[in-house]
């Protein structure tokens, strides 16, 4: 019989592997962030290419990694999406087999692992493509993307969190 610390704990796994097969997948972000199925970034680069400098050609090439991505994405993603739907399965048993549930644990976890590992695999890919005055640009937007995203996170008041990281609303130590 498995006990219930071990269900509960199978539980969360299943929750988080839920939501990260959900968040390997969508089109968009909550935030509207460009995702895809495998997106890498590359989505963002093109999307700022006059911004960046970038001629056709690399464009072209960024473009032609963007849609290699995404269509390997698609197959990580239904690969995800039966993994949790056979985790549902077990779970959904009267008696689930703790090793199968573990076992089918690692495997969704590995493939979470192996889709990121491609993401910055492409990621590297792009940004080798890039003039180091093209990177620094685009650190530059990124960090204003991420400020922008802030500003919308907090609103015009002040930040009370204290795991957020920024100094907005709280005095210097």
Same mark, same amino acid.
């Given at each position: 019989?498995? #006990?219930?610390? %071990?269900?509960? @704990?199978?539980?969360?796994?299943?929750?988080?592997?839920?939501?990260?097969?959900?968040?390997?997948?969508? !089109?968009?972000?909550?935030?509207?962030? &460009?995702? *895809?199925?495998?997106?890498?970034?590359? #989505?963002?680069?093109?999307?700022?290419?006059?911004?960046? *400098?970038? !001629?056709?050609?690399?464009?072209?090439?960024?473009?032609?990694?963007?849609?290699?991505? +995404?269509? %390997?994405?698609?197959?990580?993603?239904?690969?995800?999406?039966?993994?949790? &739907?056979?985790? +549902? $399965? @077990?779970?959904?048993? !009267?008696?689930?087999?703790?090793?199968?549930?573990?076992? @089918?644990?690692? +495997?969704? *976890?590995?493939?979470?692992?192996?889709?990121?590992?491609?993401?910055?695999?492409?990621?590297?890919?792009?940004?080798?493509? @890039?003039?180091?005055?093209?990177? =620094?640009?685009?650190? %530059?937007? +990124?960090? &204003?993307?991420?400020? &922008?995203?802030?500003?919308?996170?907090?609103? !015009?008041? =002040?930040?009370? #969190?204290?795991?957020?990281?920024? /100094? /907005?609303?709280?005095?210097? $130590?």
């Amino acid at each position: 019989m498995v #006990s219930l610390g %071990s269900f509960l @704990l199978t539980m969360l796994l299943v929750a988080g592997t839920a939501g990260a097969a959900h968040h390997e997948g969508g !089109d968009k972000s909550p935030k509207g962030h &460009e995702r *895809g199925h495998g997106g890498s970034g590359a #989505s963002m680069v093109l999307k700022h290419a006059d911004q960046l *400098g970038l !001629d056709e050609a690399t464009q072209a090439k960024i473009s032609e990694l963007n849609k290699a991505a +995404r269509e %390997s994405g698609h197959s990580r993603h239904k690969d995800m999406k039966a993994l949790h &739907e056979e985790m +549902r $399965e @077990l779970m959904n048993q !009267d008696s689930p087999d703790e090793a199968a549930v573990m076992a @089918l644990a690692e +495997r969704m *976890g590995a493939a979470k692992t192996e889709a990121q590992k491609v993401n910055l695999s492409n990621m590297l890919k792009v940004q080798a493509l @890039l003039t180091p005055e093209q990177r =620094e640009k685009l650190k %530059s937007i +990124r960090a &204003e993307k991420r400020a &922008e995203g802030h500003g919308k996170k907090h609103g !015009d008041g =002040e930040c009370s #969190s204290e795991n957020c990281g920024c /100094k /907005k609303g709280r005095s210097e $130590e």
